[in-house]
């Protein structure tokens, strides 16, 4: 049970961490897609990468993951809100509730902390 706490922040942080990673390799196409849609799309697609990045790495070491916890969350709300958008696209609606789904799951690693096996319990091995 000691690493349970671990592996689900490994499976929270997963998504992030190929999704900025992708952002990254990606940059000016996705800078340009978000300029399309809305103002300084460069600026926030360099915070959508650095909250994705910094983010999932804190919960993959267990270093501050209430911090990298809330980066995520900070970066979901709004995405959430604008990309699925179900009330204008009803096939938006699963999108929309996964994401509510990693929210709550992110609230959970703010509510209980890193665990045991964690950089942050200096307990990582």
């Known amino acids: 049970m000691k690493y349970l706490p671990l592996a689900a922040r490994i499976c929270l942080a997963l998504i992030f961490l190929k999704a900025g990673i992708t952002h990254l390799i990606g940059f000016n196409g996705f800078a340009t897609m978000l300029g399309q849609q809305l103002f300084l799309g460069g600026l926030l697609a360099a915070g959508t990468i650095f909250c994705q990045m910094a ?41 929309f509730l ?18 045991a096996a964690s950089l942050d319990k200096g307990r990582f091995r």
């Open 55 to 95: 983010g999932s790495l804190s919960l993959l070491l267990g270093y501050k993951v209430k911090i990298g916890a809330l980066l995520i969350i900070i970066f979901l709300i709004p995405a959430t809100l604008m990309f699925h958008n179900f009330l204008a696209d009803g096939e938006k609606l699963n999108d």
């Open 98 to 115: 996964k994401n509510v789904g990693l929210i709550g799951g992110l609230l959970m690693v703010i509510y209980t902390g890193a665990g």
